[in-house]
């Protein structure tokens, strides 16, 4: 690979996840330099981001967006009508697994177990239930388990839910709900189609939401994790067909739920992120590190995919 290609590293912008993103390019551009490219520039995304990249003319864009509009199909969107060639997932890919229904409509259908849902107006939660408790509710379109409730037998949120009690029924239209699968999480990364391994997210309480995965020391990382291996296999298999049924460039990672006590059948899908992290305490470059890629190499694949062919997403 040519390492004086100029790779501009995208990151920050104005979502929910800005400082999560920053971190992430700002490890991909510290480890292209260590690596001996010697055209890195980080860009930090304003609304002037389409002049920026006119001026600065890369040869590839490494996405290190999380959330919208770098993560939904917006920003990709963007760099096709550009010409740009860019890292991870493209446009219509971003679209649909950004929003959780439309993951549903393309996966449930080949196969890969999900949590039956239901789209709610959020203003409807404070009347009843929309579901059996315990039930969980999550905006459709965010990431890295924003704006996540699980509303308890026990009354947590009140019951019904109180209006003045804080939750993602303050901040979003609507919501889905579907119901709570209990048992263990974990996750497993896909790169360039191949699923790297299968991590347990111990959390030292509550549930596995955005301060748990970016706030050092409230989740122990178990990868590989300590799960029979028919479930491990069929959770890489799963997250394998997600990436490609979605079509899925990269690196990706899809989160599961695992009732251990309905065996394979409580294995479930809650959600592929087309735009994993890339920071320290991030998923995917650490079972890359299992399989014996370091983060430099990691970086380096997700950039020669995105050279590969010399094809624009």
Request: charged residues 25%; hydrophobic residues 40%.
């Amino acid at each position: 690979m040519d390492k004086s290609l100029h790779v501009v590293v995208l990151m920050g912008g104005w979502s929910s996840e800005r400082e999560v993103s920053l971190t992430s390019g700002r490890g991909v551009a510290s480890a292209l330099r260590e690596r001996g490219w010697s055209n890195v520039t980080e860009l930090d995304m304003d609304r002037d981001v389409a002049l920026r990249l006119s001026e600065l003319k890369p040869d590839v864009v490494f996405n290190a967006l999380h959330g919208t509009p770098g993560e939904d199909g917006t920003v990709q969107g963007m760099m096709d009508l550009m010409g740009l060639r860019y890292t991870h997932s493209g446009l219509e890919t971003s679209v649909i697994a950004i929003d959780k229904e439309l993951t549903k409509m393309v996966l449930v259908p080949h196969g890969i177990r999900m949590p039956a849902g239901t789209i709610v107006e959020s203003e409807s939660v404070f009347s009843g239930d929309p579901l059996p408790r315990p039930y969980v509710l999550k905006p459709v379109n965010e990431g890295s388990s924003v704006g996540v409730a699980i509303v308890t037998a026990d009354g947590n949120y009140g019951n019904p839910i109180g209006r003045d009690v804080p939750g993602p029924w303050n901040e979003f239209d609507e919501l889905l709900a579907e119901p709570f699968i209990r048992g263990r999480e974990l996750t497993v990364a896909v790169l360039n189609d191949e699923p790297l391994a299968v991590t347990e997210l111990k959390i030292d309480s509550g549930f596995y939401d955005y301060e748990h995965k970016y706030t050092d020391g409230r989740t122990v990382h178990v990868c590989p994790a300590e799960v029979p291996g028919d479930i491990a296999r069929a959770m890489m298999d799963m997250a394998a067909r997600a990436h490609r049924l979605l079509g899925c460039k990269g690196a990706s990672r899809s989160d599961f739920r695992w009732d251990d006590q309905q065996a394979e059948a409580g294995v479930y899908l809650l959600e592929v992120n087309t735009q994993p992290g890339m920071t320290p305490l991030s998923l995917v470059p650490e079972q890359a590190k299992l399989r014996g890629i370091p983060y430099g190499e990691l970086v380096e694949r997700l950039i020669g995919e995105a050279l590969a062919d010399g094809a624009l997403q």
